[in-house]
């Protein structure tokens, strides 16, 4: 394949390593090419002409870490993704009135957080209630996005009308074709940046809900051992944690025991 700049196995090599060691993704062989039309346009937008001279600058240049990891995340998300999660939350809500708090830990652009604020507050009737919601991702980008709250009207077509009405507006002159969650629902929800792979995180005190969902399947199952070891270790012994539906824990039967479908209980020990 013709190509703009010379892009060799090497390259690859080392953009899988480096992202590994920023935040744990295994990219696999088969991501080449993705990686390629990823990182060609920052090697573009900066002009350093080429994939050697790109990772000299990314070597000395702090800021650029970040935007490398931005550029070679996967964000694939969507509003009530798996909705039996969303049916497994309301049931935890009402076996546990009063305060709770729940970790959205790869939250992404924000749909996912959205989806646990919009179940609480159809739970309370209310926007104002008594859990609070952290949502955290490693990319800046997607959370730019997550705390803007505007997305593109078909994401919402998928969505009942009455949840449509209720948590969105739609937006108009400019802004037509998208629509914006309400300032109540964006309230709801406390975005910041947090890299699982950081030995220590922001998280006060312990959290009875923890969404870890299609983020874990881009860690060796090393690094997935220890991330679910420390995240299970903030629950409470009947808190949930809530996986993605290709991540399968069973392997880890010492840390985690199954509660339902891809949803766990901590097993202490
Ligand atoms: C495929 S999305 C999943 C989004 C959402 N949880 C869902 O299931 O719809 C994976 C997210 O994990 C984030 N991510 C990848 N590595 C991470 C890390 N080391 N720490 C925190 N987030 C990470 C990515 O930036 C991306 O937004």
Sequence with gaps: MDREFSYTQAHFEQVQAKLYELAGIQLDTSKDAL???RLVRR???LKVGGFANYFVYLQNTPSETQEFINALTTNLTSFFREPHHFDILKGYLQDHPGNLRIWCVA???????YS????????????????????????????????AGIYKRERIESIV???????????????????RVVPELKRMVEFAQINLLEPSWPIRSTVDVIFCRNVMIYFDKQTQLALLTRL??????????????????????????????????????
Excluded: C
């Design 35 to 37: 990686v390629y039309s």
């Design 43 to 45: 090697i573009r937008s």
């Design 107 to 113: 939250s992404s652009t924000g749909e996912e957080a």
């Design 116 to 147: 646990i604020a919009m179940t609480v507050a159809e739970h309370y009737g209310q926007f104002d209630t008594p859990v609070e919601i952290i949502a955290s991702d490693i990319d800046t980008d997607v959370l730019t996005a997550a705390s």
């Design 161 to 179: 009308p009455q949840r449509r009405k209720q948590f969105f507006q739609r937006g108009t002159g400019g802004q037509d074709g998208k629509v």
């Design 232 to 269: 299970v270790a903030l629950l409470p012994s009947d808190g949930l944690y809530i996986a993605g539906h290709s991540e399968n824990f069973s392997a880890f039967a010492q840390v985690v025991r199954l509660a339902g479908q891809t949803t766990y209980y901590p097993v202490r020990g």
